[in-house]
């Protein structure tokens, strides 16, 4: 079992910045790949980034130049620029492990216009 926690999230005017950060536990020696998703109001749960084990990045285009993903499997960081308020939503923290895939559960951001 693997157990994450997410914080960081609130209130901002947009233009404004957020660090989200994630904490994993337990079986983290499974777990190859990690993420940020986030889920807007009535929309589908989306990718925002993700970091694997060996370092490999990736952004969705809409955070691209604003978000950047760092940190380890253990502890991962979210930090949020330039935040709009299309970037309203819980984000979630996501660990894949060796079959098993598990969520945190959540943190709201919220961008003030």
């Known amino acids: 079992q693997v157990q994450l926690v997410e914080s960081g999230g609130g209130l901002v005017q947009a233009g404004g910045s957020l660090r989200l950060s994630c904490a994993a536990s337990g079986h983290i020696a499974t777990i190859y790949a990690m993420h940020w998703y986030r889920q807007a109001p009535g929309k589908q749960r989306k990718l925002v980034a993700g970091?694997?084990?060996?370092?490999i990045i990736t952004y969705a285009d809409d955070v691209k130049g604003r978000f950047t993903i760092s940190g380890n499997i253990d502890h991962m960081y979210l930090q949020m620029s330039a935040l709009k308020p299309d970037d309203t939503a819980v984000y979630y923290c996501?660990?894949?492990?060796?079959?098993?895939?598990?969520w945190g559960q959540g943190t709201q951001v919220t961008v003030s216009s």
């Open positions: 970091l694997t084990r060996d370092n």
């Open positions: 996501n660990a894949f492990a060796t079959g098993l895939e598990y």
